[in-house]
């Protein structure tokens, strides 16, 4: 059954407040109580490292797996950062969310994009410790299934879909990182992203796109699309579907007909067991809520393409 997103509802890292002032989805569509902006929920998070999650690749688009703490180099505020904590291929626990467009564009491809979402997830989460989540979104965004370890209650969530209305990407971006993704803490102990199947139009949300990109990035969220556009012809939405990858370190797809759908899927699945992850503490140590860029990247290897968001916001304290 399907569930209105409570876009107020509690959970958001040291940016709590700040989203608390957003303007929510209008009270009619909800199904449960809006959480007042004055009383955001607080919660502890770890305000002196930076979490850093990426893969490697070399120009042919193949997986380098093979490098150790010594090869990378972090650069913020023109000055080199001690890294403090490297591992390859993390075995930290996935929380994922599933975004799905069911607006009327996406009509005559539906089932293909059903069946392929659903051996995505049976692929990628392992029950013992992952979690994942569906979003739909059409004229509004309906949570459709909560974290939940259980891949069958995932995939029967898919296949309850039924396309219809408007298009509200922008919204389930933000609520999908601020309400959910971003709840469990400390937050370098997760990994968390989001799979979008969508066209990337967006003509009914109440956030903007770049307030749905920080929330992104302020929840340490990597956002992977997959654009449903089967016209060869590059659309404003296939940029947009573009940027949220490529400022989260994530990956965009554009598979030239729906069969390939399962590829760029498959594609994904590979990237999340393929990852790196470096934590650092920021010399000098900034709380001033501000996005600090940050250049990563691997020792005098130019022929080696990092997939790595370009900075962070720091908690304002």
């Given at each position: 059954m399907k569930v209105w997103v409570p876009l107020a509802a509690a959970g958001v890292l040291a940016a709590a407040a700040w989203a608390g002032q957003q303007n929510p989805v209008p009270p009619a569509k909800q199904t449960q109580p809006v959480e007042r902006a004055d009383e955001p929920t607080r919660i502890q998070?770890?305000?002196t490292r930076v979490n850093m999650l990426f893969t490697v690749m070399d120009k042919k688009g193949r997986f380098v797996t093979d490098l150790d703490k010594n090869d990378f180099e972090v650069i913020e505020n023109k000055r080199p950062q001690t890294i403090q904590e490297f591992s390859a291929e993390t075995d930290l626990p996935l929380r994922l969310g599933i975004l799905i467009d069911t607006s009327?564009?996406?009509?005559?491809?539906?089932?293909?994009?059903q069946e392929a979402a659903s051996e995505f997830i049976r692929t990628v989460m392992r029950s013992s410790q992952d979690k994942g989540m569906v979003v739909s979104f059409d004229s509004t965004a309906q949570l459709v299934s909560d974290l939940v370890t259980d891949t069958a209650s995932l995939e029967h969530s898919i296949y309850e879909l039924r396309p219809g209305g408007g298009t509200a990407l922008y919204d389930a971006i933000y609520y999908a990182c601020?309400?959910?993704?971003?709840?469990?803490?400390p937050r370098t102990k997760f990994r968390r992203a989001i799979v979008i199947l969508s066209d990337g139009e967006d003509n009914q949300s109440q956030y903007t796109r770049d307030q749905a990109l920080e929330m992104a990035q302020r929840t340490d969220v990597v956002i992977y699309t997959i654009s449903t556009n089967i016209t060869r012809d590059e659309t404003e939405g296939d940029k947009v579907l573009r940027y949220f990858a490529e400022k989260t370190g994530g990956t965009a797809y554009f598979p030239f007909k729906i069969e390939d759908l399962a590829q760029s899927f498959e594609n994904i699945a590979n990237v999340l067991t393929h990852q790196y992850i470096i934590l650092y503490r920021p010399e000098p140590l900034l709380t001033d809520g501000l996005f600090h860029p940050v250049t990563l990247?691997?020792?005098?290897?130019?022929d080696l393409i990092v997939h790595v968001r370009p900075g962070y916001y720091a908690p304002k304290m």
């Open positions: 998070v770890d305000v009327n564009s996406v009509r005559e491809r539906f089932k293909f994009e601020r309400d959910k993704l971003g709840q469990d803490q990247r691997v020792r005098g290897r130019k």
